[in-house]
């Protein structure tokens, strides 16, 4: 038999025992409150804790985010503590937004000293208006001609350098900024939630926006598009005045609220800060392409030079037709040059001859009713019909005479006026003037107003208003006043 001697157990062995039992004991306490219930992790990332700057050092090994916005618009006290933040705004109003610079010393030493390019946009919150945005937009595009969904006010930004607006992009503006300074962009919104509601009966509850900033570092070819940071916040917006009465109602009805009930809320803050998000999606506009410099006045021709031939003129009116023996690849980069880029991914193996074969009724279905047909007529290569087409005269010395003989009564005299057809597409007084600056060879700057001979003889100061009620097909005589 085998005797085994048993020594003497030592303190630390015995309080390593304890420990471990009292520990086994614990275990299994809280798990019928659900996984994760006292988890503070869960806690401070309710929107009530990110609205406040933490100085408590990070949990994890993730950097700090580079860049910190602030939108200068109170939070609305009606929002659950679980939910996303919710901030009204006024239609056409400016609204700050502070551009912070959140980086260490030496961070992101590639940036020192250097400009970023910030890129904002206004899109939609619910996801199924995200997948018909660009169809959304141009019928907004359709009902207010010549306006822009998103604008920067430029005179009181601080700090901002070369402003852009695309022409083709009216949810989205542009700018180059310097983290080491300080810097404020101040944007209106002139778009409303209600004009994207399904029904419009009066009365009815409008759709969510969501502003969000996108910032490029410069790479090594002087194009921003290397990523930094994203974030956005959701918004809401009004008529004006209608966000401060929509403030004032929701504050009434949180005053209203039992003490139990106000805990479930949000409280209202006074400033709104963006949360950090993915990136756009959109990689073909968050390129070095030249854009126009912050004009609202949109451009039909923006890459035509006046050197151009007139093959030029032709190709810009009239795209290059996707032939039958295109490949996919072909075909994608036709889609991408007419302008059809959120429709590359759904044709993503379609090669020339599957996309000809498509019926309208097919487009339509796939594309929606207006890029259906867009996308149709481009494949076919038919030709969009201006919105409207005007004749303008130039008036000449001669015909000036020849019409004052043939007035006192000489009936040989015969008045010969040239006309030339212009064709507008954003019906403002901007763009006619753009026009006829072209047509006659001359720089739109030297115009300084434009007449319409009315009645009587009389000259009317032609206006965007006045452009948008003008019927298709008319003949004009024009005054030209010159700087």
């Not at 404020?184 to 778009?191: A, K, L």
């Not at 690849?329 to 040059?337: I, S």
């Not at 481009?378 to 004749?391: C, F, M, Q």
């Not at 107003?449 to 208003?465: A, C, N, R, W, Y």
Request: glycine letters at 4%; a negative charge.
């Amino acid at each position: 038999m085998a005797w085994t001697l048993k020594l003497p157990l030592t303190d630390e062995v015995i309080e390593s025992g304890l420990v471990q039992d009292f520990d086994a004991s614990l275990s299994g306490i809280g798990q019928e409150l659900g996984a994760g219930a006292y988890s503070m992790s869960d806690v401070l990332a309710l929107p009530i804790f990110k609205q406040e700057e933490s100085n408590l050092p990070p949990d994890t090994d993730d950097k700090i985010l580079p860049f910190q916005y602030v939108l200068c618009a109170a939070t609305s006290p009606a929002v659950k503590l679980h939910d996303e933040t919710l901030t009204y705004l006024n239609q056409g109003q400016s609204y700050e937004i502070r551009m912070l610079d959140n980086q260490k010393i030496g961070e992101l030493p590639e940036i020192t000293g250097k400009m970023v390019k910030s890129i904002i946009r206004v899109v939609f919150h619910d996801r199924r208006l995200q997948y018909t945005e660009h169809q959304q937009l141009e019928g907004w595009r359709w009902n207010r001609p010549g306006d822009r969904i998103l604008d920067l006010d430029i005179p009181m930004s601080v700090g901002i350098i070369d402003p852009r607006a695309n022409p083709t992009q009216l949810n989205t503006v542009e700018f180059l900024w310097d983290p080491s300074k300080r810097t404020s962009v101040f944007i209106q919104v002139h778009c409303i939630s209600t004009e994207f509601t399904m029904r419009k009966h009066g009365g009815e509850k409008g759709v969510p926006f969501r502003i969000q900033i996108d910032t490029f570092k410069e790479n090594e070819n002087g194009e921003y598009t290397e990523h930094l940071h994203s974030a956005s916040c959701q918004v809401k917006v009004f008529k004006p005045k209608g966000a401060d009465r929509k403030q004032k109602t929701d504050r009434e009805k949180m005053e209203k609220r039992a003490p139990q009930e106000k805990e479930k809320y949000q409280p209202s803050y006074e400033t709104t800060i963006l949360t950090e998000c993915s990136p756009w999606p959109e990689i073909t506009y968050v390129n070095n392409s030249p854009s126009p410099g912050f004009n609202s006045t949109h451009n039909s021709f923006p890459n035509l030079l006046p050197t151009a031939t007139p093959q030029d003129v032709l190709s810009c009116l009239f795209p290059q037709n996707l032939l039958p023996t295109a490949t996919p690849q072909d075909a994608q980069q036709w889609l991408l040059r007419n302008r059809f880029s959120p429709f590359c991914r759904l044709f993503t193996n379609f090669s020339g001859t599957d996309l000809l074969k498509l019926t309208r009724e097919d487009v339509i279905q796939i594309c929606g009713p207006a890029d259906g047909i867009r996308l149709f007529n481009a494949l076919k290569g038919r030709v969009v019909r201006p919105r409207l087409t005007i004749y303008v005269c130039q008036e000449s010395q001669q015909a000036r005479e020849q019409q004052a003989k043939h007035e006192n009564g000489d009936a040989a005299a015969n008045t010969f006026f040239v006309y030339h057809a212009i064709y507008l597409e954003d019906l403002t007084a901007a763009e006619l003037t753009e026009k006829v600056a072209q047509l006659f060879n001359i720089s739109p700057r030297q115009i300084n107003q434009i007449f319409k001979q009315g009645p009587t003889g009389i000259h009317v100061l032609v206006s965007d208003e006045m452009i948008q009620n003008f019927q298709d097909e008319v003949c004009f005589v024009f005054f030209l006043v010159f700087r």
